[in-house]
């Protein structure tokens, strides 16, 4: 007996995605970046396609279904897989993610995404724009989290949590640094 062929070289890894939400699936997507964003790559060649996905992470997507796509998107990339619209839902049928209620949504959600109409020639702008949202909400995330430590952590725990999130905030800079160029 032989084995499947597999649409995405590899295990299947969408099974430590975060629980799909219901505001996961906005009716108008036009202004949604991410959305855009993922439109564009699902339409962009090889080449450009690969260095879009190299400045991005899946956790820059604040959309739980959209890090899913991303997912699987830059594992078809990096496998050498063609990663359009067709072999996305190919791969997401054959790891059963099309099934059920949270399947005909996903599947209804990759439609809206591909005929978004966003511009293949703009994906690296895209890109762009999905890592400054994903960097200013790690600023709001960390402002958050100094308030909870505040009222919440022992005074002797403070400084240093204070310091773990700085070196967080650190690091997403010097990679938003290296994305934009900025040599400061």
């Given at each position: 007996m032989s084995a499947a062929l597999s649409v995405?070289?590899?295990p299947p890894?969408?099974?430590?995605?975060?629980?799909?939400?219901?505001?996961?699936?906005?009716d108008d997507l036009h202004n949604d970046v991410e959305a855009l964003f993922l439109c564009a790559l699902l339409w962009a060649p090889a080449e450009a396609a690969t260095r879009a996905v190299d400045i991005l992470e899946t956790t820059d997507f604040e959309r739980t279904t959209h890090r899913e796509f991303?997912?699987?998107?830059t594992r078809?990339?990096?496998?050498?897989?063609?990663?359009?619209?067709?072999?996305?839902g190919a791969a997401l049928e054959q790891s059963g993610h099309l099934a059920g209620h949270h399947g005909f949504e996903r599947s209804r959600h990759l439609a809206n995404i591909t005929t978004l109409?966003?511009?293949?020639?703009?994906?690296?702008?895209?890109?762009?724009?999905?890592?400054?949202?994903?960097?200013?909400r790690s600023f709001a995330a960390a402002a958050t989290a100094l308030t909870q430590a505040a009222q919440q952590l022992p005074e002797d725990q403070l400084y240093e949590h204070m310091c773990e999130i700085?070196?967080?905030?650190?690091?997403?800079?010097e990679r938003r640094n290296t994305i934009t160029g900025d040599t400061r």
């Open positions: 995405v070289p590899g890894e969408l099974a430590g995605v975060d629980p799909i939400q219901p505001e996961d699936y906005a991303f997912r699987l998107i078809l990339i990096r496998g050498g897989a063609p990663h359009n619209p067709a072999m996305v109409g966003a511009e293949q020639t703009a994906v690296d702008h895209y890109a762009r724009a999905v890592f400054s949202q994903a960097y200013r700085g070196r967080r905030q650190r690091t997403f800079t």
